[in-house]
Each structure stands twice: as structure tokens, then as C-alpha cells.
């Protein structure tokens, strides 16, 4: 048979018989090793496998177009939906996410396309929705916001929404935060309702993280433009300049005056020419008025004001024809110990000393002759107009009583007074307003030992007393009170003269004796030994006995007597040459007789 040729035709026929027969796999190929590689699981979980290259290539599309999802993160949103209920919005996430509209109550006009500040609150609920938090998110921004402003002294704007106790609750990027009534203003706040529903502008001046306090305040922006006004201010200012202000405050001892954006002190004492107790007797609070520049203090920013220095001072006003010895009416306006200040005119004074309120010598306070707000009449004792000084007296307006004190008091005449005062020596009586006299303590009792005046009366009680001395030079008057009586020692030196015998009874026991008491003036003093009795035993005390006076002495009241001289001789002639020396020492001598003849002379005469 002849060899058979393929035509063209039979050629292409084959190939394209050839290419339509798939070519081997490598299962096909090598069936042993696709069976070891092979991935059960994925087989059986139905998971087609996936090419690294095309796997990365989609990681890469993730990470350019989707956020991270995380919860507790805060991320931009822009709103594409708004329902009756809801807002959805797009985090460019694998889903769109869902806000209640009622976390946007503060914003009535959101609408789509704005751009908000978003929470992943859940990553997916069961329907595989996003749930996100705009409240939330404001919370975290607003405390990163107002920490941020705390460290940086940032000024932050605020709502204030009510009041509360200590101060009012300011809205701060959505924080309630605290604003003391102290930090509102650097002036007392009187109406705190007007600063409700207002905007403000604060500094946010302490964070407690702990319990999530925040403070604020609004003066402290106030206080930082007053200091830079402050320096402007002083740096124009200059020492007897006019300027005019308010009253801001009152004080007791004076008030502040703001003179637009800087405050100057008026002292009390620069109020007024005439005294005052408290400022708001001359002004009153948000009063405007006009001040002069005393003194400032660049370094401390503080500035002395004046009132009164506008007007003139009043000692320039005063009546040129004042003159010393002139009468002058005033009111009291300031009472002291040593005297009182009486104004004469308004800014004008004159002190009346005490000294010069009576004419008495006896030290005693201004408060007993006049009172705050007397209107009193004095006469001017001098007047220095340079000085601005004035002395007053009332005293000078009455008679002096020493004028005719001869005519009143003559030595000998017989007074009654008050005790004044007491001294150590004596005490003074005052007869009459501005007479006193003084009693030495010799001259109050015939009998008594006294050792202090207190021992005999009391201040106020009512003394009769006996001129002795007068004294007109030195306006001074010797007064006695014992002179009232006649002295009780002149019969006391008969009755118990040396040699006469008395019954008594042993009082006290004392150093080198005993006392006995004869009557109430008379106390006799026994020494020792002329305590023995007649068997040799001694007397004691309460014993009673009969006693000789051996010895008696008028000017010093001085008696002494004895038991023993009663039973023994020897000492009974002692005693009796005594007795016999006395009587003879009493008997009246030729000036003794002189003397007696002179006085009845004197009587006869009529002196």
C-alpha cells in the first residue's frame, strides 16, 4: 500500500485536535505528592484557598480605605442619614454606625454632611452594626480639652447654667464645672441671678482627677487686665492730681475708690477735716466723686487718696477776730482722762484739760464733768494759729472761790465735807467745788492709833471738820477732825494721873508685859515684873487685880501700870516721889499765866 500524506488541511484538523485536549495537571502529573499536600481542613471548611499576592493586595486596600475599629477609641464621623430617631453615620468603616438623636440635643440644627466626634461604643451588634457614642466622645475630648487648658492657662468660654451654693455651675465644653461666687468678679458680687444664661469667658485654675472636679474662674482674667491697667495707670499718675471714681468699698478704716481699672485707699482721717467714727458717714457704696493723689507706690501698686484735701483747711477759715479771753460754743466730740476735745467749728478743735474744768485741785477724770455730744461753753486761754492749736477752760467762766476764801473759812471755823482721796499721811475733804483741805491722820482722833486714813472712813463720807492753817498763796487749807471734840485726854490726866489705883483685868500677854484696858480710850501697859503678886506667883491673862499708874504721859498717850507696887514699900515711894514730880510739872508757870490772862483779855475784847 502506498505511504499515506497528511494534507494542510489534515494538519490543522490534528491541531486543533491537540490544542482542545487539556494539558496534565499536577495532580495528574504527579498524583503521590498532590495527596501529601493537600489541606483536609480547608477542604472540609470550605475554604477556597487564596493567593498570598492577591491577600496582600487586599490587607493593603483595608488598611488605606477602613478604620480601625476599636472600642473606647474616639474618631471623626460625618453624618449621611438622619431618621426620626436616629443619625447614621459614616466612620469609613466596614459599616455605617447609629447615634440617637438625643445625644445631639444641644445641636436642633444637625443635618447630613456634618462632620461629628464620635465613640466605638460596640464594634458590631447582633445585626452587625456599628454602635457609636457622641456624648461620650464630647466626655473624652472635653476632659483632654479643659486638662489641656489647665496646662497651658488657655482662656476657655463657658455657660452659666444655675446657681448653687457657694457660687454657680458653668457648662465648659460640655463638663459642669464649678465657679466660686469669689472668682466671679474682683468686686462683691450683690446679684448673682444676672450672671445665669450668660456666656463668660474663664480660666480653668484646678482639676481634681479623683473625683472629677473642675474649677473655674473668671475674676482671674479681670485681676490679669487690672494688673497691666494697673501699670499704665500709676505710670500717668502724679502726687495732687484730681481724679474722679467710685466708691467700691467700705471699710472701718477707710474706703476704696476705683479710678477705672485701679483702686486707691482714702484713709478715715482723710475723709473729713472733722473726726468721724465710721467712713459711711461721709459716703456710701457705687458713689462717684472726686479725690486727690496723696502718695503712690509704683513697685506695689498702691495709690493714697484724699477727700477733704479739696476743700479749704478749716483753720484757714477761721474768724480772724478769735482771739485769747473770747467765748466759743462747741460740742464734745472726743473725751480722755487728761480732758476733751471740743469742736468749735467744723475741722476745728480746743482741748479743755481736766485741770481746767474745776477749780478744784482734787485729780479726778473729764468724764465727771462732761459727755460725748455736750454742747458746752468755754473761754479760749491761748490760740496758736500756726500750730493750729486752741486751749478751752470752763472753770474760768465761774467765780474763783478762793476770791474770798478768808471771809468763808476763817481758822477756826467749824465745816462739814466729803472725803475726796486718801493718803498716806492724811485725807482730803472737799468743803466745796473747788475748795478741799487736807486732815493729817494726827488730826482724826484724839485717842486712836491710826495707821492708814482707810482705817477711819471711806471716800464719800461726810466729815466735820475745824480750820486749823489758811494758806491763800498756795490755795491751801490744814483741816481737823479730832478739833470737833474736846480731847478726852485733858480729864484722862486726872482721873488717871501717877498714884491712883484702878481695878482691871489682864487683857493680852505681850513682849516684856501684858495690856489692860481701862476704858475704851485707855490702854495701860504692865511690864514684867510688876506683873508679881504678893506669894511671888505672877499675874496671867484674864486674871483681875488692882493696879497703880506709875507712869502717864498726855502727849503720847503712853500709861503704864503696876500690881507689884501695890504690896511693896520700896516701890510705893517710887510711885509717890512720881506722883509729887507730876503734880509739880503741871503747875502753871508766870508764861502759862501770861498766856491765861492774854485769852481772857482777848474774850473780853470780843476777839
Same mark, same amino acid.
Given at each position: 500500500?502506498? /505511504?499515506?500524506k497528511?494534507?494542510?488541511?489534515?494538519?490543522?484538523?490534528?491541531?486543533?485536535?491537540?490544542?482542545?485536549?487539556?494539558?496534565?495537571?499536577?495532580?495528574? /502529573?504527579?498524583?503521590?505528592? *498532590?495527596?501529601?499536600?493537600?489541606?483536609?481542613?480547608?477542604?472540609?471548611?470550605g475554604?477556597?484557598?487564596?493567593?498570598?499576592? $492577591?491577600?496582600?493586595?487586599?490587607?493593603?486596600?483595608?488598611?488605606?480605605?477602613?478604620?480601625?475599629?476599636?472600642?473606647?477609641?474616639?474618631?471623626?464621623?460625618?453624618?449621611?442619614?438622619?431618621?426620626?430617631?436616629?443619625?447614621?453615620?459614616d466612620?469609613?468603616?466596614?459599616?455605617?454606625?447609629?447615634?440617637?438623636?438625643?445625644?445631639?440635643?444641644?445641636?436642633?440644627?444637625?443635618?447630613?454632611?456634618?462632620?461629628?466626634?464620635?465613640?466605638?461604643?460596640?464594634?458590631?451588634d447582633?445585626?452587625?452594626?456599628?454602635?457609636?457614642?457622641?456624648?461620650?466622645?464630647?466626655?473624652?475630648?472635653?476632659?483632654?480639652?479643659?486638662?489641656?487648658?489647665?496646662?497651658?492657662?488657655?482662656?476657655?468660654?463657658?455657660?452659666?447654667?444655675?446657681?448653687?451654693?457657694?457660687?454657680?455651675?458653668?457648662?465648659?465644653?460640655?463638663?459642669?464645672?464649678?465657679?466660686?461666687?469669689?472668682?466671679?468678679?474682683?468686686?462683691?458680687?450683690?446679684?448673682y441671678?444676672?450672671?445665669?444664661?450668660?456666656?463668660? /469667658?474663664? $480660666?480653668?485654675?484646678?482639676?481634681?482627677?479623683? *473625683?472629677?472636679?473642675?474649677?473655674?474662674?473668671?475674676?482671674?482674667?479681670?485681676?490679669?487686665?487690672?494688673?497691666?491697667?494697673k501699670?499704665?495707670?500709676?505710670?500717668?499718675?502724679?502726687?495732687?492730681?484730681?481724679?474722679?471714681?467710685t466708691?467700691?468699698?467700705?471699710?472701718?478704716?477707710?474706703?476704696?475708690?476705683?479710678?477705672?481699672?485701679?483702686?486707691?485707699?482714702?484713709?478715715?482721717?482723710?475723709?473729713?477735716?472733722s473726726r468721724?467714727?465710721?467712713?459711711?458717714?461721709?459716703?456710701?457704696?457705687?458713689?462717684?466723686?472726686?479725690?486727690?493723689?496723696l502718695?503712690?507706690?509704683?513697685?506695689?501698686?498702691?495709690?493714697?487718696?484724699?477727700?477733704?484735701?479739696?476743700?479749704?483747711?478749716?483753720?484757714?477759715?477761721?474768724?480772724?477776730?478769735?482771739?485769747?479771753?473770747?467765748?466759743?460754743?462747741?460740742?464734745?466730740?472726743?473725751?480722755?482722762?487728761?480732758?476733751?476735745?471740743i469742736?468749735?467749728? =467744723?475741722?476745728?478743735?480746743?482741748?479743755?484739760?481736766?485741770?481746767?474744768?474745776?477749780w478744784?485741785?482734787?485729780l479726778?477724770?473729764?468724764?465727771?464733768?462732761?459727755?460725748?455730744?455736750?454742747?458746752? =461753753?468755754a473761754?479760749?486761754?491761748?490760740?496758736?494759729?500756726?500750730?493750729?492749736?486752741?486751749?478751752?477752760?470752763?472753770?474760768?467762766?465761774?467765780?474763783?472761790?478762793?476770791?474770798?476764801?478768808?471771809?468763808?473759812?476763817?481758822?477756826?471755823?467749824?465745816?462739814?465735807?466729803?472725803?475726796?482721796?486718801?493718803?498716806?499721811?492724811?485725807?482730803?475733804?472737799e468743803?466745796?467745788?473747788?475748795?478741799?483741805?487736807?486732815?493729817?491722820?494726827?488730826?482724826?482722833?484724839?485717842?486712836?492709833?491710826i495707821?492708814?486714813?482707810?482705817?477711819?472712813?471711806?471716800?464719800?463720807?461726810?466729815?466735820? @471738820?475745824?480750820?486749823?492753817?489758811?494758806? @491763800?498763796?498756795?490755795r491751801?487749807?490744814?483741816?481737823?477732825?479730832?478739833?470737833?471734840?474736846?480731847?478726852?485726854?485733858?480729864?484722862?490726866?486726872?482721873?488717871?494721873?501717877?498714884g491712883?489705883?484702878?481695878?482691871?483685868?489682864?487683857?493680852e500677854?505681850?513682849?516684856?508685859?501684858?495690856?489692860? /484696858? &481701862?476704858?475704851?480710850?485707855?490702854?495701860? &501697859?504692865?511690864?514684867?515684873?510688876?506683873?508679881?503678886?504678893?506669894?511671888?506667883?505672877?499675874?496671867?491673862?484674864?486674871d483681875?487685880?488692882?493696879?497703880?499708874?506709875?507712869?502717864?504721859?498726855?502727849?503720847?498717850?503712853?500709861?503704864?501700870?503696876?500690881?507689884?507696887?501695890?504690896?511693896?514699900? =520700896?516701890?510705893a515711894?517710887?510711885?509717890k516721889?512720881?506722883?509729887?514730880?507730876?503734880?509739880?510739872?503741871?503747875?502753871?508757870?508766870?508764861?502759862?499765866?501770861?498766856a491765861?490772862?492774854?485769852?481772857?483779855?482777848?474774850r473780853?475784847?470780843?476777839?
Amino acid at each position: 500500500m502506498a /505511504e499515506e500524506k497528511n494534507t494542510p488541511e489534515v494538519e490543522e484538523v490534528a491541531g486543533m485536535a491537540t490544542k482542545s485536549q487539556p494539558a496534565l495537571s499536577e495532580q495528574q /502529573e504527579n498524583p503521590e505528592k *498532590f495527596l501529601s499536600d493537600f489541606n483536609w481542613h480547608n477542604y472540609e471548611e470550605g475554604i477556597d484557598p487564596i493567593d498570598d499576592e $492577591k491577600l496582600e493586595e487586599f490587607e493593603k486596600l483595608v488598611a488605606e480605605n477602613f478604620v480601625d475599629t476599636l472600642d473606647d477609641e474616639v474618631v471623626e464621623g460625618t453624618v449621611i442619614n438622619i431618621t426620626d430617631r436616629d443619625a447614621i453615620i459614616d466612620i469609613n468603616a466596614k459599616s455605617e454606625g447609629v447615634i440617637s438623636l438625643n445625644e445631639f440635643r444641644y445641636n436642633p440644627n444637625l443635618k447630613e454632611g456634618d462632620k461629628v466626634e464620635v465613640l466605638i461604643d460596640v464594634r458590631e451588634d447582633s445585626t452587625g452594626q456599628l454602635i457609636l457614642s457622641h456624648r461620650k466622645a464630647r466626655v473624652i475630648k472635653a476632659w483632654d480639652r479643659v486638662n489641656a487648658a489647665h496646662e497651658e492657662g488657655t482662656i476657655v468660654n463657658g455657660f452659666v447654667k444655675c446657681r448653687t451654693k457657694g457660687g454657680m455651675i458653668v457648662d465648659v465644653f460640655g463638663i459642669e464645672a464649678f465657679l466660686p461666687g469669689s472668682q466671679i468678679d474682683v468686686k462683691p458680687i450683690r446679684d448673682y441671678d444676672a450672671y445665669v444664661n450668660k456666656t463668660m /469667658e474663664f $480660666k480653668v485654675v484646678k482639676i481634681n482627677h479623683e *473625683f472629677k472636679n473642675v474649677v473655674v474662674s473668671h475674676k482671674a482674667l479681670i485681676e490679669a487686665d487690672i494688673e497691666e491697667q494697673k501699670k499704665e495707670i500709676i505710670g500717668q499718675l502724679e502726687k495732687g492730681q484730681v481724679l474722679e471714681g467710685t466708691v467700691k468699698n467700705i471699710t472701718s478704716y477707710g474706703v476704696f475708690v476705683d479710678l477705672g481699672g485701679v483702686d486707691g485707699l482714702v484713709h478715715i482721717t482723710d475723709l473729713s477735716w472733722s473726726r468721724i467714727n465710721h467712713p459711711n458717714e461721709i459716703v456710701e457704696l457705687d458713689q462717684k466723686l472726686n479725690v486727690v493723689i496723696l502718695d503712690f507706690d509704683e513697685a506695689k501698686t498702691r495709690i493714697q487718696l484724699g477727700l477733704k484735701q479739696l476743700s479749704k483747711h478749716p483753720w484757714e477759715a477761721l474768724d480772724e477776730n478769735l482771739k485769747v479771753g473770747d467765748k466759743v460754743k462747741g460740742k464734745v466730740v472726743v473725751i480722755a482722762d487728761y480732758g476733751a476735745f471740743i469742736e468749735v467749728a =467744723e475741722g476745728v478743735e480746743g482741748l479743755i484739760h481736766v485741770s481746767e474744768m474745776s477749780w478744784s485741785t482734787h485729780l479726778r477724770s473729764a468724764q465727771d464733768f462732761v459727755n460725748v455730744g455736750d454742747e458746752v =461753753e468755754a473761754q479760749i486761754l491761748t490760740l496758736d494759729r500756726e500750730e493750729r492749736k486752741m486751749s478751752l477752760g470752763i472753770k474760768q467762766l465761774t467765780p474763783d472761790p478762793w476770791t474770798d476764801i478768808t471771809t468763808k473759812y476763817p481758822v477756826g471755823s467749824r465745816h462739814s465735807g466729803i472725803v475726796r482721796n486718801f493718803t498716806n499721811f492724811g485725807v482730803f475733804v472737799e468743803l466745796e467745788e473747788g475748795i478741799d483741805g487736807l486732815i493729817y491722820i494726827s488730826d482724826l482722833s484724839w485717842t486712836k492709833k491710826i495707821k492708814h486714813p482707810s482705817e477711819f472712813c471711806n471716800v464719800g463720807d461726810k466729815l466735820d @471738820v475745824v480750820v486749823l492753817e489758811l494758806d @491763800v498763796d498756795g490755795r491751801k487749807l490744814s483741816l481737823g477732825h479730832k478739833q470737833t471734840e474736846d480731847n478726852p485726854w485733858d480729864k484722862y490726866v486726872t482721873e488717871f494721873a501717877v498714884g491712883t489705883k484702878h481695878t482691871a483685868t489682864i487683857d493680852e500677854m505681850v513682849d516684856k508685859g501684858a495690856t489692860i /484696858e &481701862f476704858n475704851e480710850d485707855i490702854t495701860a &501697859f504692865v511690864p514684867t515684873r510688876h506683873l508679881e503678886k504678893e506669894d511671888g506667883s505672877k499675874l496671867g491673862k484674864g486674871d483681875e487685880a488692882e493696879f497703880i499708874i506709875i507712869e502717864f504721859n498726855k502727849e503720847f498717850k503712853r500709861v503704864v501700870a503696876s500690881h507689884m507696887s501695890i504690896h511693896k514699900e =520700896e516701890e510705893a515711894k517710887i510711885v509717890k516721889q512720881a506722883a509729887k514730880k507730876s503734880q509739880e510739872e503741871n503747875k502753871p508757870t508766870l508764861g502759862d499765866a501770861n498766856a491765861d490772862l492774854q485769852a481772857l483779855k482777848d474774850r473780853m475784847e470780843g476777839k
